[in-house]
T-cell receptor, first 111, second 114 residues
């Protein structure tokens, strides 16, 4: 099976930078996704990493180290609307590309 | 709107009743997934279809749960003899067969079993 760990909660200040970590233990790793989920809404896709390194997309960047089983999501220039749950999910080979999610990190952005 | 749609958005039922949810994926997406999410948890995989074929079912999917995708387009998820433990958000996602295969989620159906 897969085991995915992320912090339960984080708090950051508007305009700041925050890093949300995700560690995973899995066999047949094939990629890692980050989703954002506002309360009561569906998850929305943020980023996807399959190779080691940093993927940058506007204010959001995601990093992956396959050898360490580690990823992080970096959010820059935080805005109040970034307050949400951030879900780390992995896919494995032969798993039909189904996603296995962590419990999510609830980020609160304060003034 | 060409995103994933789900119906109904909310459902309240009494224990023991049957309920059915519908998901309309993004057109031309071959793969369709069902997930269940409870408060404070990430979504958990239930089952997925590639076109009309149901290729995998989670052990979470007891025999009270059944899903279909008869023509490879929309899908239904039925729960028979609902239990209070079935209360959750039921999410549908779709993805293309090729390329990045990112899954795009619908708004979900929130089920409350009384």
């Amino acid at each position: 099976g897969q085991n995915i760990d992320q912090p339960t909660e984080m708090t950051a200040t508007e305009g700041a930078i925050v890093q949300i970590n995700c560690t995973y233990q899995t066999s047949g790793f094939n990629g890692l996704f980050w989703y954002q989920q506002h309360a009561g809404e569906a998850p929305t896709f943020l980023s996807y990493n399959v190779l080691d390194g940093l993927e940058e997309k506007g204010r959001f960047s995601s990093f992956l180290s396959r050898s360490k089983g580690y990823s992080y999501l970096l959010l820059k220039e935080l805005q109040m609307k970034d307050s949400a749950s951030y879900l780390c999910a992995v896919i494995v080979t032969g798993g039909g590309n189904k996603l296995t999610f962590g419990t999510g990190t609830q980020l609160k952005v304060e003034l | 709107d060409t995103g994933v749609s789900q119906d109904p958005r909310h459902k309240i039922t009494k224990r023991g009743q049957n309920v059915t949810f519908r998901c309309d994926p993004i057109s031309e997406h071959n793969r369709l997934y069902w997930y269940r999410q409870t408060l404070g948890q990430g979504p958990e995989f239930l089952t997925y279809f590639q076109n009309e074929a149901q290729l995998e079912k989670s052990r979470l999917l007891s025999d009270r749960f059944s899903a279909e995708r008869p023509k490879g387009s929309f899908s239904t998820l039925e729960i028979q003899r609902t239990e209070q433990g079935d209360s959750a958000m039921y999410l549908c996602a779709s993805s293309p067969l090729a390329g990045l295969e990112t899954q795009y989620f619908g708004p979900g159906t929130r089920l409350l079993v009384l």
